[in-house]
């Protein structure tokens, strides 16, 4: 069972991420587009294989209505071809790509470089640390790991874990808090196990 950590000091009007990137556009960056658009965000969906585009705009027109597919610059989703389209004025990037280590350590590279220097960047992964993906950035304060399998997230999980590290901020997990919650989800944290074998402190 994962350890809750205590939670710091928030602000109840910190705001929402207004405009999320989704890297990647297989089943998970569908489902996440959808449930972000649902939840009233901007969504900026990419994928460089033109037919991974094609299939997740017919699924979300079904799911949402053609309305909700435009700009970009309400909420709804926009489709786009390149990272650094996403990710331009993007509060949160999730990145949907394999999870192993060199993809991810690839993309966490590309979106560092690339994304404001506010942006939080979180991955989903059950098998890599988030502390030792978040030392290849300049962001480590904003780097969270989704501890969750696609499939569950997919198939009507009510609970998120989220795994943290020393150096995470307060206002990113608020930020990934409120995230999630508007889509349904309830929050767990847990610190990054290899972080605190290495610094033996929890």
Sequence with gaps: MPRTWPRPWRSSNAPLPETVAIIGAGPLGRWLAL????????????????????????????????????????????????????????????DCVPDELESKLEIFCLLDRMSPPRT???????????????????RADRCVAIVEEAASLREGASEILLRTTSKTSAATIELLERFWSKLGFAVTLERDQTEMAITGRE
Excluded: K, W
Excluded at 76 to 82: E, K, L, N
Excluded at 120 to 138: K, M
């Design 120 to 138: 939080v960047l979180a991955t989903p992964t059950t098998r890599l640390s988030i502390a030792d993906l978040a030392s290849c950035t300049y």
């Design 35 to 94: 449930a972000a658009a649902r939840g009233g965000f901007r969504v900026l969906l990419e994928d460089v294989m033109p037919h991974n585009l094609h299939h997740a705009q017919e699924y979300l027109r079904q799911e949402l209505g053609p309305e909700t597919l435009g700009d970009g610059r309400d909420a709804g989703v926009r489709f786009v071809s390149t990272i650094e389209d996403a990710v331009r004025e993007a509060d949160l990037a999730i």
